[in-house]
């Protein structure tokens, strides 16, 4: 347990299972305290440091619906599985924190400093990214349609498994991003930089690429394919993936070369048994 005294003058105990609704605790430092069960909700906590703070992300009961997190560390803070709804987390720095799995709706993360943060599995609702930055962002399994991240650099970002249909991505950096699997149907793709990214059965069906960026997909894998059709617009005009369909009609004029995916996917499996 620790104390603490707020903003205004009174004495807070911070520990698991605190009622601190409403509290002033801006600008408070207490940077690995266990709020686990606590309820935080519209308490504000701008400025605040909580850097490796402790709030269990498989701890439901913890709530912050509607507190004021603007421009707290909360660097490498666990908030998986977290209520966030309608919080303020401008300015923030969420650099490699934890947001597994957490209800994003009214949530506020413009200009906050989002780097290697783990936005895995986020049903997002609604939320402003204005000026966020990112980068080694982990948003696999996600669902972000219709979510603007045009002119953000997202690279080295992991897309996998991804609901992304109808998002901007326009004027983007997702150069070394993994998109495998992805559902980026209707999705804004002009001008993207997409170099050394991966499309792995990515759904691009409706998308246009115009002037996106395209070099190094793909070229190290023979067997990757693409799910597209006639109304996909390419850069230049120019197809340079091969789809789903093409992937199949060589693997059966070439057995050898599906021998050599077998023994691929074989090995695939066993590192994720492992």
């Known amino acids: 347990m620790t104390e603490v005294v707020g903003s205004d003058g009174k004495t807070y105990k911070l520990e698991p299972r605190a009622s601190l609704v409403g509290a002033n605790l801006s600008g408070i430092n207490c940077p690995g305290v266990d709020l686990s ?28 619906r509607g507190a004021n997190l603007q421009g707290a560390n909360l660097q490498g803070v666990n908030l998986g599985f977290v209520d966030l709804e309608f919080v303020d ?20 993360f413009t200009g906050a400093n989002m780097n290697r943060v783990d936005l895995s599995s986020v049903k997002l609702e609604s939320a402003n ?45 997702c150069n070394n991003c993994n998109f495998s699997f992805a559902d980026l149907k209707m999705a804004k793709l002009n001008r993207t930089d997409f170099s050394r990214s991966n499309f792995t059965m990515t759904d691009i069906c409706g998308v246009d690429l115009s002037g996106s960026n395209l070099s190094g997909v793909f070229l190290d894998d023979e067997f990757t394919s693409v ?48």
């Open 37 to 64: 069960f606590a309820d935080l909700s519209n308490a504000d906590l701008s400025n605040s440091y909580f850097y490796n703070g402790n709030i269990p992300g498989d701890q439901p009961k913890t709530k912050l």
């Open 89 to 108: 987390l401008s300015g923030s720095d969420l650099r490699g924190a934890n947001l597994q799995s957490i209800k994003l709706h009214n949530t506020n």
């Open 129 to 173: 990214f204005s000026n966020a930055k990112f980068g080694q962002a982990n948003f696999s399994w996600a669902d972000f349609e219709n979510v603007d991240f045009s002119n953000f650099d997202l690279s080295d970002s992991n897309f996998r498994n991804a609901k992304l249909a109808r998002v901007n991505f326009s004027n983007t950096k």
């Open 227 to 274: 799910k597209c059709d006639s109304s996909t617009k390419w850069p230049n005009g120019i197809r340079t993936l091969r789809t789903q369909d093409e992937v199949m009609q060589y693997l059966m004029e070439n057995p050898r070369a599906l021998r050599k995916l077998e023994r691929k996917n074989e090995k695939t499996f066993r590192s994720w048994r492992k």
